[in-house]
C-alpha cells in the first residue's frame, strides 16, 4: 500500500471503504457486541443514511459505568460532532490534524453527508510501518 502513496495523496486512497454502520435507535449493548465480534474501535451512527454521530470502544466503556446503562441506546453514547473529511482531503493534514487534537478516528464522507469510509489511528500506524519497513530495506528488494 504504501508504494503507492505520495505527498498529495489523500484519504480516500488509504480509507476503509463503506464502513459498518449503525442506527442511534440500536440497543447499545447490541452495537457493542456487534463490535467486538466485528474487531471494529469505531462505528459510524446513520439516519435515513446520513452520518450523525460516531461511537467508539472509549464512549461505549465509559457508557458502561454508568447506572442504568443496560437500557442505553447508541444515541446515549455516541459523540454528535465526530472529525468527518471529504474523501479528497489531503492524507497529511488528515494525519496532522489526528494527531494534534488526539482524534482517534475520521469518517469520510460525500457532500450529502453519506458515510463512504472510516480511517483510524490504527490504519495511520500501519501504514507507518510500511513505510518504515520499506526504507529498511536493501534497494531495489519487494516485500515477499
Same mark, same amino acid.
Given at each position: 500500500? @504504501?508504494? $503507492? %502513496?505520495?505527498?498529495?495523496?489523500?484519504?480516500?486512497?488509504? #480509507?476503509?471503504?463503506?464502513?459498518?454502520? =449503525? &442506527?442511534?435507535?440500536?440497543?447499545?449493548?447490541?452495537?457493542?457486541?456487534?463490535?467486538?465480534?466485528?474487531?471494529?474501535?469505531?462505528?459510524?451512527?446513520?439516519?435515513?443514511?446520513?452520518?450523525?454521530?460516531?461511537?467508539?470502544?472509549? @464512549?461505549? $466503556? %465509559?457508557?458502561?459505568?454508568?447506572?442504568?446503562?443496560?437500557? #442505553?441506546?447508541?444515541?446515549?453514547?455516541? =459523540? &454528535?460532532?465526530?472529525?468527518?473529511?471529504?474523501?479528497?482531503?489531503?492524507?497529511?493534514?488528515?494525519?496532522?490534524?489526528?494527531?494534534?487534537?488526539?482524534?482517534?478516528?475520521?469518517?469520510?464522507?460525500?457532500?450529502?453527508?453519506?458515510?463512504?469510509?472510516?480511517?483510524?489511528?490504527?490504519?495511520?500506524?500501519?501504514?507507518?510501518?510500511?513505510?518504515?519497513?520499506?526504507?529498511?530495506?536493501?534497494?531495489?528488494?519487494?516485500?515477499?
Amino acid at each position: 500500500m @504504501s508504494e $503507492r %502513496l505520495k505527498s498529495g495523496s489523500t484519504i480516500n486512497q488509504v #480509507m476503509t471503504r463503506v464502513p459498518e454502520v =449503525v &442506527s442511534p435507535e440500536l440497543p447499545l449493548n447490541d452495537a457493542w457486541s456487534r463490535m467486538r465480534s466485528e474487531r471494529l474501535g469505531h462505528l459510524p451512527v446513520v439516519r435515513n443514511g446520513k452520518l450523525i454521530g460516531l461511537l467508539s470502544e472509549r @464512549s461505549v $466503556r %465509559l457508557a458502561a459505568s454508568y447506572e442504568g446503562s443496560a437500557r #442505553m441506546k447508541v444515541t446515549d453514547a455516541m =459523540v &454528535s460532532e465526530p472529525f468527518v473529511v471529504s474523501p479528497d482531503a489531503p492524507l497529511f493534514e488528515v494525519c496532522a490534524q489526528m494527531a494534534t487534537q488526539r482524534i482517534g478516528s475520521v469518517v469520510i464522507v460525500d457532500a450529502g453527508r453519506v458515510p463512504l469510509g472510516i480511517f483510524t489511528a490504527q490504519d495511520a500506524l500501519r501504514i507507518l510501518s510500511e513505510i518504515l519497513g520499506e526504507q529498511r530495506r536493501p534497494a531495489g528488494k519487494s516485500a515477499a
